[in-house]
């Protein structure tokens, strides 16, 4: 089983900084990595897809880079509204994988 | 547009089984391209990938759950269900329905329903 570790696990963070996770695979998974936000009493919701694809209807402020085993999922000038718990997910193996999830606080 | 709704007691016994329906519209899951996944999320253990099936009944399941699980299609009804056999208070969780959309062997999950709280307890 991959395993993804998330770092930092939390964190926080004023408006209009820059938010940085990290989600680390323990093998190479090319860019079989996915971004997923969740906030309290909703579903997730698919942020960035195959590490570095956008969603439509996502702010462009959300991005994701990275291959084989690190990735990053950068929010630029945060806003209010992304104070929630994100997730990475792999789909390169089965079983497929999340990662333990990184918490944004907004100060 | 695709949604997707799940169904089923809140509540099951220990030994007993869990059951849940997923209820999709907006397109087929009879439909090319598409695993239908189950997922559950334990606050204390963040979130946990159960199983999928694809339309020609094919399915594969997380090993950690020891073969307790089962997910099948009612493609009348354009349903997919799942059963979780002998609970036990760690199967507390939301239980969470979803889209596999998949293409050239990747695939990612794009749609979720928005989760069912099931309890074991006596």
């Known amino acids: 089983e991959i395993v993804l570790t998330q770092s930092p696990d939390f964190q926080s963070v004023t408006p209009k900084e820059k938010v940085t996770i990290t989600c680390r695979a323990s093998q190479s998974i090319g860019t079989n990595l996915h971004w997923y936000q969740q906030k309290p009493d909703q579903s997730p919701k698919l942020l960035i897809k195959y590490a570095s694809q956008s969603i439509s209807g996502v702010p462009s402020r959300f991005s994701g880079s990275g291959s084989g085993t690190d990735f990053t999922l950068t929010i630029n000038s945060l806003e209010a509204e992304d104070a929630a718990l994100y997730y990475c997910?792999?789909?390169?193996?089965?079983?497929?994988?999340f990662g333990q999830g990184a918490k944004v606080e907004i100060k | 547009q695709v949604q997707l709704q799940e169904s089923g007691p809140g509540l099951v016994k220990p030994s007993q089984t869990l059951s849940l329906t997923c209820t999709v519209s907006g397109v087929s899951i009879s439909s090319g391209g598409y695993y239908w996944a189950w997922i559950r999320q334990d606050p204390g253990k963040g979130l946990e990938w159960i199983g999928y099936?694809?339309?020609?009944?094919?399915?594969y399941y997380n090993p950690s759950l020891k073969s307790r699980a089962s997910i099948s299609l009612d493609k009348s009804k354009n349903q997919f269900s799942l059963k979780l056999s002998s609970v036990t208070a760690a199967d507390t969780a939301l239980y969470y329905c979803a889209r596999d959309s998949c293409y050239g062997g990747s695939c990612n999950l794009d749609y979720w329903g928005q989760g069912t709280l099931v309890t074991v307890s006596s």
């Open positions: 997910y792999q789909s390169s193996s089965l079983p497929k994988t």
């Open positions: 099936i694809y339309n020609n009944g094919n399915s």
